[in-house]
């Protein structure tokens, strides 16, 4: 779906796809992607916009890393078996249900169960935005190759910040100076998960 539109708190639902203990290390470049999408959690958190968390087939992957889990506050999870969350039984009912129309989407892998998830949510009219620096896979050639092909379906890529200051909009609201802190962190460099870990603690 083509739309000009920014990105606006009040129809946005993040949407982070399996961020889980067995495949977060796997992934190239995984603490910069968890970096930004806990940002992005904690800003979605404080501006009360849903927050919604996959785990594919987490009897055997794991669970969401538990930092992630605690960042995001109060939060639906989707379990499922299906690469796409849109696939899932249920979960496009579940998230239609939420009432936004833009879904914002963070995680791994870029180019199987992100790309697929963007790419049903998008058949159905929601306005799909991936956040480029905030998903990953394996191979990071695989990234590029995602988001290339997300385009050519009408899909957006943005980056973490064009995402926390279309939500916030301007810098003189009580919701800005409450995540200005959290909007901070992202000049930070933390290079293992026991230092994000320590950054959200």
Not at 71 to 93: L, R, W
Not at 143 to 172: C, K, P
Not at 179 to 201: C, M, N, Q, T, Y
Request: with cysteine; charged share 20%; aromatic share 4%.
């Amino acid at each position: 779906m083509q739309n000009n539109k920014l990105m606006s708190s009040s129809s946005s639902l993040l949407l982070v796809i399996d961020a889980q203990k067995k495949l977060m290390p796997a992934i190239h470049n995984s603490v910069s992607i968890l970096h930004r999408s806990a940002v992005l959690l904690d800003v979605a958190r404080r501006m009360a916009i849903p927050r919604v968390i996959s785990e594919h087939c987490s009897n055997k992957i794991g669970c969401t890393l538990p930092f992630i889990s605690s960042v995001a506050g109060e939060h639906q999870i989707i379990d499922k078996t299906h690469f796409s969350v849109a696939d899932e039984p249920n979960a496009m009912k579940d998230i239609a249900a939420y009432g936004k129309r833009q879904l914002i989407i963070v995680g791994a892998e870029a180019h199987i169960c992100v790309l697929q998830t963007a790419m049903g949510f998008a058949s159905e009219g929601f306005e799909v935005f991936l956040v480029k620096d905030a998903i990953g896979s394996r191979n990071p050639d695989h990234v590029d190759e995602a988001i290339q092909r997300a385009a050519l379906s009408g899909i957006h890529t943005v980056n973490t910040e064009m995402v926390i200051f279309e939500w916030l909009q301007r810098a003189d609201s009580e919701q800005f100076k409450q995540s200005l802190p959290v909007i901070k962190r992202l000049s930070s460099s933390p290079d293992s998960l026991e230092a994000l870990e320590l950054l959200f603690g």
